[in-house]
């Protein structure tokens, strides 16, 4: 049974710093495709980042230069370090994992992942 549980939200002034973590059991995160999606209240999920089994990294417009997604193959674990916080980055952030190791060309899409985390919440303050 595939498991993504994340963890590392908060609350944080705009410009400050957080790291996310989403950690996998039932499945192999190394051999996968493994993205972060958020969404805030009243809209869409969105897709932020994404990391495909050989290493290749996506962002969103939105996030680019200020978020990194990375993993930890020991710890079975996939990280969002989200830097120079702004509010508009306020939402719930979801990891979400393929049934497939590659990853679809582009920013991820909700239709193209079968495993979710319950959330974790990010409030950024001006």
């Known amino acids: 049974q595939v498991q993504l549980v994340e963890s590392g939200g908060g609350s944080v002034q705009t410009g400050g710093s957080l790291r996310l973590s989403c950690s996998a059991s039932?499945?192999?995160?190394?051999?996968?495709?493994i993205a972060w999606f958020r969404q805030a209240p009243g809209k869409e999920r969105e897709g932020v980042a994404r990391?495909?089994?050989?290493?290749?990294?996506t962002y969103a417009d939105s996030v680019k230069g200020r978020f990194t997604i990375s993993r930890d193959s020991v710890k079975n674990t996939v990280y969002l370090q989200m830097n120079s916080l702004k509010p508009e980055d306020t939402a719930m952030y979801y990891c979400?994992?393929?049934?497939?190791?590659?990853?679809?060309?582009?920013?991820?899409?909700?239709?193209?992942?079968?495993?979710w985390g319950q959330g974790t919440q990010v409030t950024v303050s001006s």
């Open positions: 039932g499945y192999t995160i190394s051999s996968s495709c």
């Open positions: 979400a994992a393929r049934t497939r190791g590659y990853c679809v060309v582009g920013v991820p899409a909700r239709a193209d992942f079968a495993y």
């Open positions: 990391i495909s089994f050989d290493g290749s990294t």
